[in-house]
């Protein structure tokens, strides 16, 4: 079982809906980070928390340290956020981040 | 542009030829990452320095694989006698020092070994 896991895998959604993205991680953590890849590969940071919620435009990241459990919200969904949406934590070594395999958003308009 | 580069974009080589790749960090940050990200695959993670020291590396990072920091700011992935399974997205990051250090990656330098 791998210490990251995202679900789903794959996620086509219209334009408009609310997409959730989900992340379960194993280990102990010290943050978890959201991010963003869009084909050509690179990665945007979308977030980085270690408790509570956390807002930014259309995007809201929840997270969970009790269940090991955390969620990225797009509101309002547009073609535009079509991309690898990765889930990856710090553990608390301090030094590198445990990747989830990522979930591949596409937005149809 | 204040963020991180990479370069080159794009390589291709032939099998058992070496490549060399440079990463240019955010300049504050003492931080650098590495890591490898397969076709269909979240990154992987490969080495680490801080300043210029190579403080972690992964079990990925076989011995054909070197990563240097000389000044504590650029630092270069060396792939020796490349194989076909080198082939992958070989990301850079950087990061403040501290408990908060969220990392900043480049966009990447795309490996193709024929």
């Known amino acids: 079982k791998n210490e990251v896991e995202q679900s789903p895998q794959n996620l086509t959604a219209q334009e408009g809906e609310f997409i959730t993205i989900n992340c379960s991680y194993s280990v102990g953590i010290s943050a978890l980070h959201w991010l963003q890849q869009h084909p050509g590969g690179g990665i945007v940071s979308l977030f980085m928390?270690?408790?509570?919620?956390k807002k930014h435009g259309r995007l809201i990241a929840t997270i969970n340290i009790q269940e090991k459990h955390s969620s990225l919200h797009i509101t309002a969904s547009h073609p535009r956020d079509s991309a690898v949406y990765i889930c990856a934590v710090k553990g608390n070594s301090n030094y590198q981040l445990i990747w989830g395999a990522g979930t591949k958003l596409i937005i149809k308009p | 542009d204040t963020g991180v580069s990479q370069d080159p974009r794009h390589k291709i080589t032939k099998r058992g030829q070496n490549v060399t790749f440079r990463c240019d960090p955010i300049s504050e940050h003492n931080r650098l990452y590495w890591y490898r990200q397969t076709l269909g695959q979240g990154p992987e993670f490969l080495t680490y320095f801080q300043n210029e020291a190579q403080l972690e590396k992964s079990r990925l990072l076989s011995d054909r694989f070197s990563a240097e920091r000389p000044k504590g700011s650029f630092s270069t992935l060396e792939i020796q006698r490349t194989e076909q399974g080198d082939s992958a997205m070989y990301l850079c990051a950087s990061s403040l020092d501290g408990f908060y250090n969220e990392q900043f990656f480049g966009p990447g330098t795309r490996l193709t070994v024929l």
């Open positions: 928390l270690s408790s509570g919620k």
